[in-house]
């Protein structure tokens, strides 16, 4: 019996063990923030990098500025580095060809001939087929876009969906639940300029109009200079911040318990 005692003991104390890593793990997850930085240089060529770590670099994502890949690493160790490196070799071993193997254009000229004839008669005979039956690659698109083909009735209900007196609340909820996202993933440090020209006056003004619409255009630290005279572009911006996944859930949970946009969504989800 005290046989039995100790070993529930010890599996309840591993029970609460376990327990206990898993509730520092999604305490950890939701509280931890992601800290992220992104840079963007234009200096006749355009290139752009970007980090995402979370919990001191444990986790982290990155892009280079000379590099197209984007890296994964954990606790300091990339994955998925060894099989790229194993790729790039069969790759190089396919491309040079390995020792000792036989050349593909040693093959005599009457086979390829002969392979060639060949593949051109099933093609043709496969044609040939497709025009009897009447289906061709053509009508397969052409019948695909009849069934995929938007017409005036089909924005003209989306409009009056939009616009629907029973829809307004839940849209209005949205856009703002959207609006205080945008606020919230913006950044908190920017630096950088933007020098910048089409080489046409009126092209450069109208290129800034837009821009000014922005507003990233207002931050503190960022300085946007056009050139009315010359086709021009020098841009060097850096930034970073940071973001909670507790955000996310919050919101997440927010929007489930309000019944406007419960019902708007299932609106959109049965909108034909």
Not at 87 to 101: L, Y
């Amino acid at each position: 019996m005290t046989v039995l005692l100790a070993i529930l003991k010890v599996i309840g104390i591993i029970l609460l063990v376990l327990l206990g890593l898993l509730v520092c793990v999604c305490a950890a997850l939701l509280f931890i923030p992601v800290r992220y930085s992104a840079q963007f240089v234009a200096d006749g060529s355009v290139s752009f990098g970007f980090t995402a770590s979370w919990c001191l670099r444990i986790v982290k994502l990155q892009k280079r500025m000379s590099e197209q890949d984007i890296h994964l690493s954990l606790f300091g160790w990339k994955i998925g580095k060894n099989k790229k490196r194993n790729k790039r070799k069969k790759e190089k071993n396919t491309e040079q060809g390995r020792p000792g193997s036989p050349d593909v254009s040693e093959e005599p000229a009457e086979a390829s001939e002969d392979s060639g004839a060949r593949a051109d008669q099933n093609e043709d005979q496969k044609y040939e087929e497709q025009m009897k039956t009447g289906k061709t690659a053509k009508s397969g698109k052409k019948s695909f876009f009849k069934k995929k083909s938007f017409s005036f009735d089909g924005i003209s209900s989306i409009i009056t969906f939009i616009r629907d007196g029973d829809n307004k609340k839940g849209m209005q909820k949205i856009k703002k639940e959207l609006l205080f996202l945008f606020r919230y993933l913006k950044p908190s440090y920017v630096r950088g300029h933007l020098y910048f020209g089409t080489g046409d006056p009126c092209t450069t003004g109208w290129a800034l109009g837009l821009i000014s619409l922005l507003p990233a255009a207002y931050t503190e630290g960022i300085d946007i200079v056009p050139d009315f005279l010359q086709k021009k572009l020098d841009a060097e911006i850096y930034a970073k911040g940071k973001v909670h996944f507790f955000y996310f859930l919050r919101m997440l949970v927010r929007g489930y318990m309000d019944a406007d946009i419960k019902t708007l969504i299932s609106k959109v989800l049965n909108f034909e």
